[in-house]
T-cell receptor
Framework: DGGITQSPKYLFRKEGQNVTLSCEQNLNHDAMYWYRQDPGQGLRLIYYSQIVNDFQKGDIAEGYSVSREKKESFPLTVTSAQKNPTAFYLC???????????FGDGTRLSIL | RKEVEQDPGPFNVPEGATVAFNCTYSNSASQSFFWYRQDCRKEPKLLMSVYSSGNEDGRFTAQLNRASQYISLLIRDSKLSDSATYLCVVSGGSQGNLIFGKGTKLSVKP
C-alpha cells in the first residue's frame, strides 16, 4: 500500500541528546513537510522540501535540522538546542506545494 | 488578521443535528482550499477539497466565497463518528504551502 511511514511512534530524549525522527513515503510525491503540534494547538511548520536536495525553514525551524537526500525520505533531527521538544511531530507529503497533503501517523516525543 | 481563522468551538450537538463550521482566510491570492479531519491523538486526514462552485460528498457540503474570503463546511445528520476536530486549510503560505487553521472541535452526543 502507498503511504507515509513515520518511526518511531514514541521517542524519549535525554538532556543534551539529539534524536532523529524518520519519515518515508512511497507515493512518489515531490514535496515533504514536518509539523509540530502541541496539545490543543494547531500545526506549526518546521521545515519543508519541495524537491530532492533542497529544503526550506518553516515558521519554527530553530533547534531542528533536516535532510532530503532521497525523494522518499525526509528525516528530522531534534537537536539539543530545542529546549522544549515535547510534542506530536507529523510528517506529510504532497504531489506539489499547493496540493492536498497526506500525513504519517506521527511521532510523540517526550523528555526523560 | 490571522492567516486562517476558524470558529473557536467546541460544538456540542445531538446525533442527527446539522452543524456548520466557518473559516476565513487573509490571502486573497489563495487558490486551493481543503477541509481536514483530525481525531484525538491522530494525524489529520483529508475530508474534502473545496471548489469555487461548492461541492458535496454525502452528508458533507463545502462552500467557498472568494469575495468574502470565507469557507464553510456543513455536516447534515450528524453521527457519533463525526466527533473530531475539523481543520480549515488554505494555500498561500511561502512558496505556495498550505496553511492550517487551528481547528474546531465537534462533539456529537447520543
Amino acid at each position: 500500500d502507498g503511504g507515509i511511514t513515520q518511526s518511531p511512534k514514541y521517542l524519549f530524549r535525554k538532556e543534551g541528546q539529539n534524536v532523529t525522527l524518520s519519515c518515508e513515503q512511497n507515493l512518489n510525491h515531490d514535496a515533504m513537510y514536518w509539523y509540530r503540534q502541541d496539545p490543543g494547538q494547531g500545526l506549526r511548520l518546521i521545515y519543508y522540501s519541495q524537491i530532492v536536495n533542497d529544503f526550506q525553514k518553516g515558521d519554527i525551524a530553530e533547534g531542528y535540522s533536516v535532510s532530503r537526500e532521497k525523494k522518499e525520505s525526509f528525516p528530522l533531527t531534534v537537536t539539543s538546542a530545542q529546549k522544549n521538544p515535547t510534542a506530536f511531530y507529523l510528517c506529510a507529503s504532497s504531489i506539489q506545494a499547493n496540493q492536498p497533503q497526506h500525513f504519517g501517523d506521527g511521532t510523540r516525543l517526550s523528555i526523560l | 488578521r490571522k492567516e486562517v481563522e476558524q470558529d473557536p468551538g467546541p460544538f456540542n450537538v445531538p446525533e442527527g443535528a446539522t452543524v456548520a463550521f466557518n473559516c476565513t482566510y487573509s490571502n486573497s491570492a489563495s487558490q486551493s482550499f481543503f477541509w481536514y479531519r483530525q481525531d484525538c491523538r491522530k494525524e489529520p486526514k483529508l475530508l474534502m477539497s473545496v471548489y469555487s462552485s461548492g461541492n458535496e460528498d454525502g452528508r458533507f457540503t463545502a462552500q467557498l466565497n472568494r469575495a468574502s474570503q470565507y469557507i464553510s463546511l456543513l455536516i447534515r445528520d450528524s453521527k457519533l463518528s463525526d466527533s473530531a476536530t475539523y481543520l480549515c486549510v488554505v494555500s498561500g503560505g511561502s512558496q505556495g504551502n498550505l496553511i492550517f487553521g487551528k481547528g474546531t472541535k465537534l462533539s456529537v452526543k447520543p
